[in-house]
DNA sequence: GTGTGTATCAACCAGAAGGTTGATACCGAG
DNA sequence: CTCGGTATCAACCTTCTGGTTGATACACAC
């Protein structure tokens, strides 16, 4: 798909640690961990908050590779952001599976709520926030603040990417089901062309990219071509 | 000339509202305002969350130049991140000062947590979370929650301080000597906001847009705002 | 104190852009 | 063949933008 592999962008080694330090400061977690994705599409990197050094080697050494919800499980799944344990496994599974009666359960984890972060789709980063028995159940509300979470990190991971223009363009023209004729509409906005010269471009009148453009509003939600402009150089 | 003291930095416009989003997703305010500091110290760019228009106007017209938080105090006081009312402000004043007796009180506001940030130790944004009369008091432990929301937002503002968005923005700017009002209009213009709503967040007047406008027309050699922004983003 | 640069605003005009209605033509799916 | 989607264009009107001129006010520098 891509020329290159993803790379790391410089500074996410840092971005890391800032983003451990908010989840654990924010949400109630009893201890966690987070790790980034190699391009083998490993977990590397592993960095851990009141974890117990013991759980932590237990786990690279024998769970990690029984683990039913190992990161490698969302690489591809790139609708998962925010994730918890207990929605994903069934009571039975968590009983009965030696994932969780031989580690989880033993070292007094309740549930699990993982973050994962994505650069152009591709999973780069997790976190997992640990729930101890001890703890009160997570509540939805408790969700609904992780995800908050997760969208501002999310936006700052993306805001230090020099993502591709090209993409963005056709994100924005796929989005919104756009017509070919359409997308070079957009595509000669978004190069700050006034209406007559699009016109020219594409040979015809002042009429039809008017009425291209009504449509490409009425698509969008947009109100002008300047808001045209700024959502391809911008990720809202 | 006067690049010294021009902070403004790219990208600031959308900051704002995703730390708004995250403030008020993550913390239990009742409302919420934002505002950035320009270069003359004063509040520009006032974004509110379930504020009551009313209330925000009459902060505006009648409340702004008695207030005793008012960022301006915070300016210059480096060490202010996230402050609370009621820990600055003594009962006996909020008891007597028009201020609190005639605004904040009857608005039903019980306590205001306000998070200033800053770029090279200059304040350029700030946001107030309202606690209102029906909500618990703000415990410690909800302020160092608001704490570790504001290390984040810091460290991700100044990630964005780094980025190739943020030095096409200021190449730009520097290449045409562009003032630091003049920045503020681009950095507008490229959120793809019509005249009249840059000159309702600059609170200034459509005309002295214009002005900017056409200043910025002549020094760059551009003709249209569409173009300033496929200019921003664009090389060629 | 005069001058230069910045920021502010008003009035005016022409032209561009946005919004609406309506119309024609082509094509492919049902 | 009819219907829906696409592409085309015209006429009309409102609002926004761009361009100009001119003016005030406040800095800071020389």
């Known amino acids: 798909m891509k020329s290159t592999d993803t790379i790391y962008p410089a500074g996410l080694y840092n971005f890391q640690d800032e983003c451990m330090g908010l989840l654990t400061g924010v949400l109630n977690a009893s201890k966690a961990a987070s790790y ?12 851990t908050w009141q974890l117990q050094p013991a759980m932590h080697r237990e786990y690279l050494e024998k769970f990690q590779k029984i ?6 499980q969302f690489v591809e799944n790139h609708d998962a952001t925010v994730v918890k344990m207990n929605d994903l496994v069934s009571s039975q599974e968590r009983y009965s599976h030696p ?4 580690f989880i359960s033993p070292w007094g984890v309740q549930d699990i709520v993982e973050l994962f972060l994505r650069v152009d789709d591709k999973l780069v980063a997790g976190f997992a926030l640990f729930i101890s028995k001890q703890q009160p ?5 408790d969700l609904r603040k992780a ?3 997760h969208k501002f990190m999310q936006f700052s991971l993306e805001q230090t ?10 994100e924005f023209c796929n989005n919104f089901q756009l017509t070919p004729k359409e997308r070079m509409v957009v595509e000669l906005v978004s190069q700050g062309l ?3 010269t699009i016109a020219s471009n594409l040979h015809c009148s002042l009429a039809t990219i ?8 009425y698509k969008t939600g947009v109100n002008s071509k300047t808001e045209i402009t700024s959502q391809l150089y911008n990720q809202h």
């Open 36 to 47: 980034l994705i190699d391009n083998q599409k490993k977990p590397i990197c592993y960095k």
């Open 67 to 72: 683990d039913p919800l190992h990161p490698t």
């Open 99 to 102: 994932y969780y009666k031989d």
């Open 137 to 141: 159940e997570i509540l939805l509300e």
């Open 147 to 149: 995800e908050k979470l």
């Open 161 to 170: 990417l020099v993502t591709p223009k090209h993409n963005q363009f056709e």
């Open 194 to 196: 006034p209406n007559k």
């Open 210 to 217: 008017k009425t291209h453009l009504q449509h490409i509003f």
